[in-house]
């Protein structure tokens, strides 16, 4: 099969990262007869300094040709120290899941057996700790009317959602959920936001549509708490853009490290696989990131956008017998860290020897 990649590499460790996952892409594509090839678009504070956009026109075009997007990460610390900035790399972010139609962000939250003791919580608590969030990715308060007022002593950002977008992201749920445990569980703030009253409004509705599906209903501070006090009784979470934003990140610490955590985006346009984890400024070109989130964000593209499902596996298979070899980076192993090329080396030589 001929797989046509866009390769989005960003910033700070997005390049380290991203190119571990394609030396991953590249022994699973050779494995199975696969033919790749990958076209590089410039986005966040790189493309900002190269063209002076986040992303430019150029890299929405390749972006729309590819039949998946392989993402790293965006952002800047000369941007997130400056309030100022007009043109930011985050802008690029939101542009790309807007251009690209990217309504829903599906985060799997699972634990690996080899890693259990390095959550914070108790190995009884995330043992077997299984489930995905789907995070609203295209609406809410990222996307609203912001500005400050006009005495520039208040601001202001505006959460608007329609019941289209609120419905489409719950029937996308409900599919999964139907693959899965059939347990759908839609976080929101309904005793105090009127966005959540909507989403709850709809969500009644939807519920009915699939009937052997449980759903449950869940304000998100509550859910906050429960995903770290009962991770495993989760099966399918739904929620809202920003909700679903800081939720997630907080559900990393149940599988170890945030760099462990891949994504897939899907939409109307092409879908894209990146690692929930932001640029980790402070690793960039240090070789010592963790590669795994990014690896494993190029199974699900596997996966989903180009249905190898073997392929997918095999990557999987790849990733959990390197942590049971202990070929892990420093956030997993201080004392006896591998670096992210040696990491990437070992995962696509299993590849190509399995
Ligand atoms: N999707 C994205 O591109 C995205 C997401 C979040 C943040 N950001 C941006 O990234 C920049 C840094 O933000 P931040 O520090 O809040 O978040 P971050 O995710 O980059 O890093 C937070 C912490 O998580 C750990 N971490 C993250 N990725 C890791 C990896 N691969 N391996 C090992 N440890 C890892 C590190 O301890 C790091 O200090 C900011 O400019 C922010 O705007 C981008």
């Known amino acids: 099969m001929k797989l046509n990649i866009a390769v989005l590499s960003g910033d700070g460790i997005g390049p380290e990262i991203v190119d571990q996952a394609l030396k991953v892409v590249r022994a699973i594509s050779k ?55 007009k043109v930011r790399p985050e802008q690029g972010l939101l542009r790309m899941r807007k251009q690209l139609g990217l309504y829903a962000n599906l985060r799997p939250v699972t634990t690996f057996p080899s890693l259990l003791h390095k959550s914070p919580l108790r190995k009884e608590l995330v043992e077997g700790a299984d489930f995905l969030c789907l995070r609203e990715l295209t609406g809410g308060i990222y996307f609203g009317d912001k500005g400050r007022t006009e005495d520039n002593q208040g601001a202001f950002d505006h959460c608007v959602y329609t019941r289209e977008e609120i419905a489409r992201i719950l029937h996308l749920a409900y599919k999964f959920a139907l693959q899965r445990d059939k347990r759908v569980t839609v976080v929101d703030k309904a005793n105090v936001l009127e966005t959540s009253r909507l989403w709850r409004e709809e969500a009644q509705k939807i519920e009915k549509e699939y009937p052997e599906v449980e759903t449950d209903y869940m304000f998100v501070d509550n859910a906050a708490m429960q995903i770290i006090q009962w991770p495993k009784k989760f099966d399918v979470m739904v929620t809202e853009n920003m909700f679903g934003d800081i939720l997630t990140d907080e ?19 092409t879908s894209v696989f990146e690692p ?62 591998c670096k992210t090329s040696e990491v990437g080396d070992w995962i696509a030589n299993y590849v190509l020897e399995a």
Request: proline letters at 5%.
């Open 31 to 85: 494995k199975f007869g696969h033919e790749v090839s990958t076209e590089e678009g410039l986005v966040g504070a790189t493309a900002i300094d190269k063209v002076g956009d986040p992303y430019p026109e150029s890299t929405h075009e390749i972006c729309m040709e590819a039949d998946a997007v392989l993402f790293g990460a965006i952002g800047d610390p000369k941007f997130d120290n400056d309030p100022t900035a």
């Open 251 to 269: 559900a990393s610490v149940i599988t170890g490290s945030l760099g462990l955590l891949p994504s897939a985006s899907v939409g109307t346009h």
């Open 276 to 337: 929930i984890h932001g640029s980790y400024p402070q690793a960039a070109g240090k070789d010592i990131a963790n590669p795994v989130a990014t690896i494993l964000s190029a199974a699900m593209m596997f996966e989903t956008a180009f249905e190898l499902k073997e392929e997918g596996a095999l990557i999987r298979k790849a990733v959990l017998a390197s942590m049971d070899a202990g070929v892990v980076t420093e956030d997993i192993d201080k004392e006896k860290a």
